[in-house]
T-cell receptor
Framework: GIQVEQSPPDLILQEGANSTLRCNFS?????LQWFHQNPWGQLINLFY???GTKQNGRLSATTVATERYSLLYISSSQTTDSGVYFC??????????FGKGTMLLVSP | DTEVTQTPKHLVMGMTNKKSLKCEQH?????MYWYKQKAKKPPELMFV???????INESVPSRFSPECPNSSLLNLHLHALQPEDSALYLC?????????????FGSGTRLTVV
């Protein structure tokens, strides 16, 4: 199956700082999603981005499918951004495979 | 309606109990999924239903029994669970099992087996 690696595994930021999270995957994919899991467990879909660049407020994401990586940018981080960020990919008719996640803590 | 609704949010059950988890979506999605997530781990796929038929069972023990009564509803019946089955159970849906569609997740049921 497809291997998904996320980095860094843990990240601590001061409020207001910017950060970049990375997702590398081992094969071509047709589906790539970034999720934020809040402390209560809810998985919130941030971006569906198998290729290209998207922006939503302070968050943006870029996927370079030919080089098999995706980046999630968080600008002007807030304490509510804390949680785990997962990258998940799918290929063909397969289901989503999740990376191990990046645990983000934003301190005031 | 762009949500997947899961009930209950929390469940505590004994090892001899029978309980059910419920998942509902009204987005017209024809694929529905059950995932299990242990603390500090990513979600792991358990079952996939496509057009109300079970299409994937990831070698899940028979004490977990899924059911898809109609295109909007997905149940997970639990019987004789073990303490190690305590976890967050997540339901998701997508337009189909085709590769081009994104998944929408519910908020999960946090299960504790005592």
């Amino acid at each position: 199956g497809i291997q998904v690696e996320q980095s860094p595994p843990d990240l601590i930021l001061q409020e207001g700082a910017n950060s970049t999270l990375r997702c590398n995957f081992s094969d071509s994919v047709n589906n790539l999603q970034w999720f934020h899991q809040n402390p209560w467990g809810q998985l919130i879909n941030l971006f569906y981005i198998p290729s290209g660049t998207k922006q939503n407020g302070r968050l943006s994401a870029t996927t370079v499918a030919t080089e098999r990586y995706s980046l999630l940018y968080i600008s002007s981080s807030q304490t509510t951004d804390s949680g785990v960020y997962f990258c998940a990919v799918g290929r063909g008719y397969s289901t989503l495979t999740f990376g191990k996640g990046t645990m983000l803590l934003v301190s005031p | 309606d762009t949500e997947v609704t899961q009930t209950p949010k929390h469940l505590v059950m004994g090892m001899t109990n029978k309980k059910s988890l419920k998942c509902e979506q009204h987005m017209g999605h024809r694929a529905m999924y059950w995932y299990k997530q242990k603390a500090k781990k990513p979600p792991e796929l358990m079952f996939v239903y496509s057009y109300e038929k079970l299409s994937i069972n990831e070698s899940v023990p028979s004490r977990f029994s899924p059911e898809c009564p109609n295109s909007s509803l997905l149940n997970l019946h639990l019987h004789a669970l073990q303490p190690e089955d305590s976890a967050l159970y997540l339901c998701a849906s997508s337009q189909s099992t085709g590769f081009v569609y994104g998944y929408t997740f519910g908020s999960g049921t946090r299960l504790t087996v005592v």
